[in-house]
């Protein structure tokens, strides 16, 4: 795997970190591959959850515009090939993932590398980061699912107004907004993101993913459809050996041993 992602498997849980610190770990094309790589990895049943974080002082600049100077290219550049093919299968991955993806926003998160963090499970932010959706600076719309992740979190009154004046925020402003669970030291972050990956690690992970699975489905249909997919889930849970592991370990007081199945 290039260097570009970073992993490291936890027993149980894994760490994936965007490794190009001297360019605020912006994305290119190897880095691309090389997180989709670690992706396909963290699917594994044995992995239970997965932290995603940053090298260095950022979190993600988003994409890399080195040699991306229209005045020196021979056309503009196809940007829809480039989330088609690139940053949309990601966010896609991200959201997918049958187990819990904690995201800790070590430094600034900005562009496509902002809504990358939107895109996942629980979000936990360095009280020094800063979110910015920087693309109505140069012509463009927020991608990476951001138009629809910033209405679906914000509303679309705030979306528009944080989206159109491109205005960076701060951890503490993101947290107030529902975009960060919560906000640590700086030297405390990981600690904290590694700790919660190891106790969900722990859980009922079956259950935990298809928790995931329903709430992403909110919007797609009416309540009554949507209570009726909570039912077909929740019977599913209720044959699991993670249920009844959980209920017996209730019932005789004593902690509960899961196995994601």
């Not at 259950?207 to 997919?229: E, F, P, R, Y």
Request: charged share 20%.
């Amino acid at each position: 795997m290039s260097d570009t992602i970073l992993t490291q498997n936890h027993g149980g849980w894994m760490e994936i970190t965007l490794n190009r610190p001297e360019r605020l770990n912006a994305f290119n094309d190897e880095m691309h591959v090389a997180i989709q790589e670690a992706l396909d990895q963290a699917a594994e049943p044995a992995i239970r959850a997965v932290v995603l974080t940053g090298a260095g002082r950022g979190f993600c600049a988003g994409q890399d515009l080195d040699g991306r100077d229209p005045r020196k290219m021979d056309r503009p550049p196809d940007l829809g090939e480039t989330l088609s093919t690139l940053y949309n299968p990601l966010v896609h991955n991200l959201r997918n993932l049958a187990k819990p993806v904690i995201c800790a926003v070590n430094g600034v998160a900005a562009g496509a590398g902002a809504n990358i963090v939107f895109g996942c499970d629980i979000v936990l932010a360095s009280d020094g980061a800063k979110f910015v959706q920087s693309f109505a600076k140069v012509g463009l719309i927020p991608d990476a699912g951001g138009t629809y992740h910033l209405a679906q979190i914000l509303g679309p009154l705030r979306a528009k107004a944080w989206a159109m004046t491109a205005t960076p925020i701060t951890a503490a402003t993101a947290k107030d907004w529902g975009l960060v669970w919560e906000c640590f030291a700086p030297d405390d972050l990981m600690n904290a993101a590694r700790a919660m990956a190891a106790e969900l690690a722990q859980g009922a992970t079956l259950g935990l993913a298809q928790t995931k699975a329903a709430i992403h489905q909110v919007g797609q249909q009416d309540l009554d459809a949507h209570m009726a997919l909570e039912a077909e889930i929740q019977r599913a849970c209720g044959h699991s050996a993670d249920y009844l592991e959980g209920v017996t370990a209730f019932l005789d007081k004593r902690p509960a041993r899961y196995t994601g199945a």
